[in-house]
């Protein structure tokens, strides 16, 4: 048999580090967020560390999803980049509530702009038949960042003080940065156009890529127990007294590169929609292990079990919008897809926030609901795969 080209460019390398650099810059502080919040006073706002994060990143999609159909997929991840390196820099100059919400708010334009040209630009080099294991890749270095960053901030935090780990995480940023510089362009010439104003006139078709819905609904439904773990898990740690409020996030994402690393082509071989079907199931039950835990060991089981959903799902739905969406519009197709994310994660996390409000008895609603929008995502696949079936046969 003829042995396949390999995948794995210079290129491809480049933009893995660059992500690992990245994620791992606006990761390492959501563990301590909650508490550097709260020391304002603020603890009943702890839902909108995430939500307003998001939020931001949401309405930067469709810009970014624009701008990399136009000027290039290199200046919109530096773009990112830049937008983390200097909000991470400020967060030791903010001593008001007010002040933080709105650094957190303009902070979530770093995840709407840096993802939406990445994924772009790993389609534009890969063949299509390996798209569901560049992905794969591509997230295994992109979570080993938010692996190790929850991690980091928790240990810089404990043993300097928060104000140098807010100023490491700038330096992630800045570093990310820096390696994109010599990467080459994969925007087609004849799809470039100068910068201009104009090119932040948005309509609706920059807005949302239709093509894309089966992908958009499965990412938000899923995307949800993102937000609600985010919100209440640190608390949660200290509850069960757990000192190192990073430890859930460490064992999740390195759940989630086991599944990446053993089982990255399974999506290209076996199907978009079976693969997520796993992954729904899966998640559905570390929701409620989340929802019903007392213990270390079914924390530490809820959290392996986390980590595998986002091990499939994660590369599985960008390859499955790629797929779905017109090579042309890829930045609006992906952006479409990162929308859903950021809308399920932000909505995760205000209710969340605003159902916990401090009061441990509250902490199972959150989880009951996020379990119950995965079982939904699995009930959606399944009438798919149902449908795909039928059509194939007739």
Same mark, same amino acid.
């Given at each position: 048999? =003829? #042995?396949?080209?390999?995948? @794995? ?6 933009? +893995? ?6 994620? *791992? ?10 508490? @550097? ?43 990112? !980049?830049?937008? +983390?390196?200097? +909000?991470?820099? $400020?967060?030791? %100059?903010?001593?008001?509530? *007010?002040? %933080?919400?709105?650094?957190? %708010? ?26 569901? =294991? ?43 940065? /820096? ?35 089966? &992908? ?12 609600? /773990? ?36 399974? !999506?290209?071989? @076996? ?24 213990? %270390? ?7 392996? $079990? ?18 779905? !969406? ?15 994310? =950021? ?25 009951? /609901? &996020? ?12 009438? #798919? ?7 194939? =046969?007739?």
């Amino acid at each position: 048999m =003829e #042995k396949q080209p390999s995948i @794995y460019t210079t290129q491809f390398w480049l933009l +893995c580090f660059s992500n690992f650099l990245f994620s *791992a810059s606006f990761q390492m502080m959501i563990p301590e967020l909650p508490d @550097y919040l709260g020391s304002m006073g603020g603890k009943e706002y702890i839902g909108y560390i995430i939500a307003l994060f998001t939020l931001t990143a949401g309405f930067a999609r469709p810009f970014s999803g624009k701008l990399t159909d136009t000027i290039g997929r290199v200046p919109v991840m530096a773009l990112g !980049s830049i937008v +983390c390196f200097v +909000c991470g820099g $400020l967060y030791p %100059f903010v001593h008001t509530i *007010a002040g %933080f919400l709105l650094l957190r %708010f303009l902070h979530g334009f770093s995840t709407g702009t840096k993802p939406t040209a990445t994924a772009a630009y790993v389609a534009d080099i890969i063949p299509e038949d390996r798209r569901g =294991e560049a992905q794969g890749m591509l997230g295994i270095f992109t979570a080993t960042g938010m692996s190790i960053g929850p991690s980091i901030g928790s240990y810089l935090t404990d043993w300097t003080s928060i104000n140098v780990m807010f100023f490491t995480s700038s330096a992630f940023a800045l570093l990310s940065i /820096l390696i994109l510089i010599n990467m080459r362009e994969t925007l087609p010439t004849s799809q470039k156009e100068a910068f201009s104003l104009k090119l932040f006139k948005i309509g609706w078709k920059d807005v949302f890529e239709p093509r894309v819905i089966p &992908a958009f609904t499965v990412m938000i439904l899923v995307s949800f127990s993102s937000g609600v /773990l985010l919100t209440l898990v640190p608390d949660q740690t200290k509850l069960l007294g757990i000192s190192n409020k990073g430890l859930f996030f460490t064992i999740y994402t390195i759940s989630s590169l086991t599944v990446r690393l053993f089982f990255a082509k399974s !999506s290209d071989k @076996y199907g978009r929609i079976p693969i997520l079907m796993i992954s729904s199931g899966i998640l559905v039950i570390s929701m409620i292990l989340c929802a019903s835990t007392s213990s %270390f060991w079914i924390f530490i089981l809820a959290s392996i $079990l986390f980590g595998f959903s986002w091990g499939f799902n994660t590369p599985t739905l960008m390859a499955w919008t790629v797929d779905l !969406s017109d090579e042309h519009y890829r930045g609006r197709a992906v952006a479409t897809t990162y929308i859903a994310l =950021e809308a399920g994660i932000g909505l995760g996390a205000l209710f969340a926030g605003q159902i916990y409000q401090g009061k441990v008895e509250n902490i199972i609603i959150p989880y009951f /609901l &996020a379990a119950f929008f995965a079982f939904t995502s699995l009930v959606y696949l399944f009438f #798919k795969q149902k449908r795909a079936i039928v059509l194939l =046969e007739s």
